[in-house]
């Protein structure tokens, strides 16, 4: 099993391996006396393979540190002082960027309270389906707040999700304050004693600034009834969009305060390597891995075993 889903990790990751590793070993292939320019080379790999300009400064400033100290001087060596870095950042679980992270999650908060952001488009809909269907494994019983009323269909789309979960949804009119649904969905999960509540939400309102304010006004609602609530705002970004999500995860991280978040699409067309620049500039964790359109396509996200697959490990990682 853990076989099969690393396998179909770096399937997922086929397009950031190829850009990142194949790079990293053209560089190294032809190995030279480790200098300046080997590094430049590198850099232009990383920021090609979507990591981003400052995160790729940071870890070859910790590679030059290290093969210096460490005394390395063959192109192995520096392909795996370069996976170890980068291992290490996805690894951080520190307070830097927009916003940082929120307080930690409340598992003993019944219900447990779990806001769904992220812009049209990204997974959002069927990632809620998917975390549903993974909490109902492990014995919980969880409830769908349908609050994005700006939608058309939305409601009907995140149904057909919760059918398949088999779990309860709230859902309103079209058109109806997305706040006063989350409302309504939490006082049916405290009177149903359900165990999680997920409250969906727009990607979209007229501008940015209504969408933030909305979501602001959905977490107030939600923690009026319930203090503590939300306990969780896991941000869903869609994973082929490249640079693009450390924006979106920064304007999210500066309105709601980020939880975690949720790469979603990690197909053959991801460009993983923005995973790299979120977890370094945001300090936001990422905590799962969207892999398929099934309903178990949702996988943990697990820092090593992720940039194993970047660089194409033979077998499982240990």
Known sequence: MVFNLFKKLKDGLEKTRKTLTEGVRQVL????????????DLEEVLIGADVGVTTTEKILTRLRERVRSERVSDSSGVEALLRD????????????????PAAAPAPDAKPQVIIVVGV?????????????????SEGKRVLI??????????????????????VDIVRSASGADPASVAFDGLEAALARG??????????????????????????????RKLPGAPHEVLLVLDASTGQNA???ARE???????????????????????????????????????????????????????????????????
């Open 252 to 318: 999210f991280g500066l309105a709601m305060g980020l939880t975690g978040l949720v790469l979603a699409k990690v197909d053959g067309t991801a460009k993983g390597g923005v995973v790299i620049a979120i977890a370094d500039q945001l300090g936001v964790p990422v905590r799962y891995l969207g892999m398929g359109e099934g309903i178990e396509d949702l996988a943990e996200f697990e820092p090593r075993q992720f940039a194993a697959a970047l660089f194409d490990s033979v077998g499982s990682p240990a």
């Open 120 to 136: 049209n488009g990204v997974g959002k809909t069927t990632t809620i389906g998917k975390l549903a269907h993974r909490y109902v």
């Open 85 to 100: 870095e980068i291992a290490a950042i996805l690894e951080n679980r520190g307070t830097a960027g927009a916003g940082g």
């Open 145 to 166: 707040a349908a609050s994005d009323t700006f939608r058309a269909a939305a409601a009907e789309q995140l149904g057909i999700w919760a059918e398949r979960a088999g």
């Open 246 to 248: 450390v924006i979106q």
């Open 29 to 40: 292939a032809n190995f030279r006396p480790i200098d300046e320019s080997l590094f430049e």
């Open 194 to 223: 359900a165990d999680i509540l997920i409250v969906d939400t727009a990607g979209r309102l007229q501008t940015k600034i209504n969408l933030m304010e909305e979501l602001k006004k959905i977490a107030r609602v939600l923690s």
